[in-house]
């Protein structure tokens, strides 16, 4: 039974998060999130935060209004699923699967724009 759920364990498919991500400079890492909200001036950085705003914007975009409303009411108005669920009449569970799906989706969105910023 151990080694059933052992393998089982194996085959089960993760979703990287964001917080993986690590850009590597000459001082060791930086966390991916400090580049995003970075200052600075540095063409690398102000790059790779342009891209990310982008392909975040154009990702949700894509979305279903529905989960593109509770993901942006949730991440960048911080309210509370269970807000959000009450302003919208809704039961809390759809609006917990509506933010999974949108995260599901910007996440992949996101981890293919990063593989090919790696890649190149």
């Not at 509770?70 to 959000?84: G, M, P, R």
Request: proline content about 2%; hydrophobic content about 35%; aromatic content about 8%.
């Amino acid at each position: 039974m151990a080694r059933n759920r052992i393998t089982d364990r194996y085959r089960k498919k993760k979703t990287a998060a964001l917080e993986d991500f690590v850009y590597e400079d000459e001082e060791g890492g930086i966390d991916f999130r400090r580049i995003l909200i970075a200052s600075d001036d540095d063409p690398d950085t102000r790059m790779l935060r342009d891209i990310f705003w982008t392909e975040l914007r154009e990702g949700l975009e894509a979305l279903p209004p529905e989960q593109r409303l509770v993901f942006e009411q949730n991440e960048l108005q911080d309210k509370t699923l269970q807000q959000i669920a009450d302003e919208q009449g809704q039961n809390l569970k759809t609006i917990i699967s509506r933010k999974r799906y949108a995260v599901m989706r910007l996440r992949e969105r996101l981890e293919t724009t990063y593989n090919e910023l790696v890649r190149s």
